[in-house]
């Protein structure tokens, strides 16, 4: 079961250590970040003890996987999709990476962001996509920016109407893809209470797994969608 998904923005060993000892049930690394032979080593180990590790990706730069990935990743994590269309894309450019790494074809996952903007958000139904895609989820701060709102939360905290729309889609694009909702994460990293109560909402709400940009907020997650 996936409940948390860490995003890993620092590449160095002394980051990857902390990651890896989180206790998340899956790591999205930042391509960006140079892995040293360290870095390698330790992502490599975590694999084979079965840690799902999933490589981040910009549609711009999916042209050519060729040499992309430090390690073999259980698949791919899509910040931004605008439809079906986009994963459809990203599905043809692994089949090649596949086949040049010799993997078998289909056996690359894909995870995406589908309301990133305005048009990923109306643009849900994934049904007919591909097998690879395993989740579906949302980004309150990206959504937020693209739409341009005076702010992204009503004066009791809560989501403005266009963000819950947004979050409300996902949930109900995943479900009929068949695929895990995921919910946005938490941006404030010394609210524990906030985040417990947001945990709380999504797990009520149908969400079954969110998006953790510190360690630290690993136990909450995964508190809160164990059932």
């Known amino acids: 079961m996936m409940r948390s ?12 250590e902390k990651a890896l000892l989180s206790g998340a049930d899956a790591l999205v690394l930042d391509l960006a970040m140079a892995a040293t032979a360290g870095v390698t080593g330790l992502l490599q180990d975590a694999a084979k003890d079965g840690l799902p590790l999933y490589g981040r990706i910009d549609m711009a730069k999916a042209d050519d996987l060729t040499g992309i990935f430090p390690i073999t990743p259980r698949g791919v994590f899509l910040p931004q999709s605008n439809g ?9 450019r692994l089949n090649v990476y596949e086949a040049e790494a010799g993997l078998d074809e289909g056996s690359m996952q894909i995870i995406a962001i ?3 903007n305005a048009v990923g958000a109306l643009s849900m139904d994934y049904r007919d996509s591909t097998p690879r895609l395993t989740g579906l989820g949302w980004d309150a ?24 729309l947004a979050r409300a889609l996902t949930i109900l694009g995943a479900k009929a893809a068949g695929v895990m909702a995921i919910d946005t994460a938490y941006a404030n990293l010394n609210d524990e209470a906030g ?8 797990a009520r709400d149908g969400f079954t797994a969110k998006i953790a940009l510190h360690p630290a ?5 995964n508190a ?3 059932r």
């Open 195 to 202: 985040l417990g109560r947001e945990c709380a909402a999504a």
């Open 84 to 92: 079906p269309a986009d994963i459809v894309r990203l599905s043809a």
């Open 141 to 164: 701060g990206s959504l937020a920016g693209a739409i341009g709102p005076r702010t992204a939360q009503d004066e009791n905290g809560d989501y403005i109407e266009p963000l819950r």
């Open 217 to 221: 907020q690993v136990p909450a997650i």
């Open 114 to 116: 589908a309301a990133a």
């Open 224 to 226: 809160a969608f164990t």
């Open 5 to 16: 998904l860490l995003l890993v923005r620092d590449g160095s060993e002394a980051a990857i």
